[in-house]
């Protein structure tokens, strides 16, 4: 069983439609919780970062982590084309090293 | 711009033949890192330094080699590459006991023909 698992996609909306993107883990000492997005042939960027439980909102992206079911989601609202891109997650447990999750690919459609 | 720069972007060699992939960081950190992404895969940790102090994954085959001469520069040596090494090559950055918040380069294609 792999520590991080996560929907590989691909996944296709319309312009304006709710992007939903989902990761189940099994290590209970996770506790930073990060969203990476990485475009075609470039290195990921951090999108979003929770530490715990709880939920985070910037903009049009939400995070929630729930740690009791141990899944985490983002949902990107109003997507947008330039929204295009895989979608990482990763969580660590405080020490150097993230585990990530295999990336689930986006299309959103003009 | 403070930044993560990794030459070069795209790699072709050889069966067997040595490269040597390098990062450099304007961000001052610590700890710098090298991850490995095969196609459609998570990036897989290789290993990381914190200043001189170098941590190998316990998976990373010996082939995998790095330098850190100094705090911004960090090599990735691969001494004889295989079809299987064939993948992208990200370098990261971040503070320490900042896992959380890794600054990841635009990473190097690679090629082992």
């Known amino acids: 069983q792999k520590e991080v698992e996560q929907d590989p996609g691909p996944l296709s909306v319309p312009e304006g439609a709710i992007v939903s993107l989902n990761c189940t883990y099994s290590?209970?000492?996770?506790?930073?919780f990060m969203w990476y997005r990485q475009y075609s042939r470039k290195g990921p960027e951090l999108l979003m970062y929770?530490?715990?439980?709880g939920n985070k909102e910037d903009g049009r992206f939400t995070a929630q982590v729930d740690k009791s079911s141990k899944y985490i989601s983002l949902f990107i609202r109003d997507s947008q084309p330039s929204d295009s891109a895989t979608y990482l997650c990763?969580?660590?447990?405080?020490?150097?090293?993230?585990?990530f999750g295999a990336g689930t690919t986006v299309t959103v459609r003009a | 711009d403070a930044m993560v720069i990794q030459n070069p972007r795209y790699q072709v060699t050889q069966f067997g033949k040595p490269v040597t992939l390098s990062c450099s960081q304007t961000?001052?950190?610590?700890?710098m890192y090298w991850y490995q992404q095969k196609s459609s895969q998570a990036p897989k940790l290789l290993f990381h330094?914190?200043?001189?102090?170098?941590?190998n994954e316990a998976d990373t085959p010996d082939n995998f080699q790095s330098r850190r001469p100094n705090t911004s520069f960090c090599f990735l040596d691969i001494r004889s590459p295989g079809l299987g090494d064939t993948a992208m090559y990200l370098c990261?950055?971040?503070?320490?006991?900042?896992?959380?918040?890794?600054?990841f380069g635009p990473g190097t294609r690679l090629t082992v023909l």
């Open positions: 330094y914190y200043d001189k102090d170098f941590n």
């Open positions: 929770t530490y715990s439980s």
């Open positions: 290590n209970s000492a996770f506790q930073y």
């Open positions: 961000l001052n950190h610590n700890v």
């Open positions: 990763a969580m660590s447990t405080n020490d150097y090293k993230l585990s």
């Open positions: 990261a950055t971040s503070r320490p006991h900042s896992a959380d918040t890794q600054y």
